[in-house]
T-cell receptor, first 116, second 113 residues
C-alpha cells in the first residue's frame, strides 16, 4: 500500500543543466499536483495534472518549467537551464477522485533540488 | 491579494498542554479547508479537514474550528506530545477550473518535555 513516491530525493545540478523530478501517485490516483517550497515557507502551487492533461498550470513559471503526466509512467516536472533560484523542495501530491473541492491530497516526501 | 495566513509563526507549549494554532483566510468563496502537519525533511501529512457548511470537526486529539463570519480557522491539539512538534499549515481549496490548494505560511510548534 505504497504512498506517493518521488525520486530522486536529492538532486544537485549546476547552473544551466536540466532537472527532472519524478512522481508516482498512490495506486488508483489519477490526479497529480506539484508544489514548490522554499525554506521556512509554505508550499506554492505550481501545476495540476490528470492523465495526459494539464488542468491548471497557473503556478508554473512561464519559461523553463514544464510538467507532464503520461498515460503510462510517472509524472515528470522538468526544469531546463536551472538557476540558483530554482533551489527548493518540490513536492508532488495525488488525489483519488474527480477533482472536486474536497479531494484529499496525499503528499510524497519531496525532491530537494540544489543548484550550484 | 487573496491569501491564507497564520497569526503566529512559532508556538511553544508544555507537553500535556493543549495547543491552538490559528489561521486567517481571505477568500470567502473557499468551501473546503485542510490542516497539514510537516515534519522536518518530510512531505505534508493530512491531519483533518472541514467543509464550509460545518463549524467544528473532531478527530483523534485534534479539533478544527471554522468561523466563516471572521474568516478564521483554528486547529486544537489536546494533550500535546513531543511527536506533535512540526510545522502546521492550513490550506484552502479554491475552484479555479480544477481545485487549487492554497497553503498558508505555517506555524512551527515546539513541545517542551
Amino acid at each position: 500500500n505504497a504512498g506517493v513516491m518521488q525520486n530522486p530525493r536529492h538532486l544537485v545540478r549546476r547552473r544551466g543543466q536540466e532537472a527532472r523530478l519524478r512522481c508516482s501517485p498512490m495506486k488508483g490516483h489519477s490526479h497529480v499536483y506539484w508544489y514548490r517550497q522554499l525554506p521556512e515557507e509554505g508550499l506554492k502551487f505550481m501545476v495540476y495534472l490528470q492523465k495526459e492533461n494539464i488542468i491548471d498550470e497557473s503556478g508554473m513559471p512561464k519559461e523553463r518549467f514544464s510538467a507532464e503526466f503520461p498515460k503510462e509512467g510517472p509524472s515528470i516536472l522538468r526544469i531546463q537551464q536551472v538557476v540558483r533560484g530554482d533551489s527548493a523542495a518540490y513536492f508532488c501530491a495525488s488525489s483519488l477522485t474527480t477533482g472536486t473541492s474536497t479531494d484529499t491530497q496525499y503528499f510524497g516526501p519531496g525532491t530537494r533540488l540544489t543548484v550550484l | 491579494g487573496e491569501s491564507v495566513g497564520l497569526h503566529l509563526p512559532t508556538l511553544s507549549v508544555q507537553e500535556g498542554d493543549n495547543s491552538i494554532i490559528n489561521c486567517a483566510y481571505s477568500n470567502s468563496a473557499s468551501d473546503y479547508f485542510i490542516w497539514y502537519k510537516q515534519e522536518s525533511g518530510k512531505g505534508p501529512q493530512f491531519i483533518i479537514d472541514i467543509r464550509s457548511n460545518m463549524d467544528k470537526r473532531q478527530g483523534q486529539r485534534v479539533t478544527v474550528l471554522l468561523n466563516k463570519t471572521v474568516k478564521h480557522l483554528s486547529l486544537q491539539i489536546a494533550a500535546t506530545q513531543p511527536g506533535d512538534s512540526a510545522v502546521y499549515f492550513c490550506a484552502e481549496n479554491r475552484n479555479t477550473g480544477g481545485f487549487k490548494t492554497i497553503f498558508g505560511a505555517g506555524t512551527r510548534l515546539f513541545v517542551k518535555a
